[in-house]
């Protein structure tokens, strides 16, 4: 049986057809969604589950799902936090 939706690709594409307000909202949440999954791959590059980052970095789990899940707005200090423990450096860069 045939998947659904064969990537995430074609799923965007099929949820933002015909739907500008829709895909203007996604494309101002581009970068905080393209930050966090930099953030889930440096954490996994480092085999760290949620539960260990959480407890490297001070906080609950809960809190890293709320932030890969992009329910929260973390500060600056938090994701400085996060890329500290997974040995990378955060940097900001206005264009």
Do not use: H, W
């Not at 949820?15 to 889930?40: E, H, N, T, V, W």
């Not at 954490?43 to 001070?58: D, E, H, N, P």
């Not at 890293?64 to 929260?72: A, H, K, L, V």
Request: hydrophobic letters at 40%; one cysteine or more; a positive charge.
């Amino acid at each position: 049986m045939k998947p659904f939706i064969d990537s995430y690709d074609e799923f965007k594409k099929k949820a933002l057809a015909g739907r500008p307000g829709l895909r203007a909202m996604y494309a101002a949440s581009q970068p905080k969604f393209d930050m966090i999954c930099k953030m889930i791959d440096a954490r996994l590059a480092k085999k760290m589950t949620q539960s260990q980052l959480a407890k490297k970095i001070g906080t609950k789990q809960a809190v890293i799902s709320r932030f890969e899940g992009g329910s929260s707005n973390p500060s600056f200090d938090f994701m400085s936090k996060i890329a500290v423990a997974v040995g990378k450096t955060l940097r900001f860069d206005l264009t």
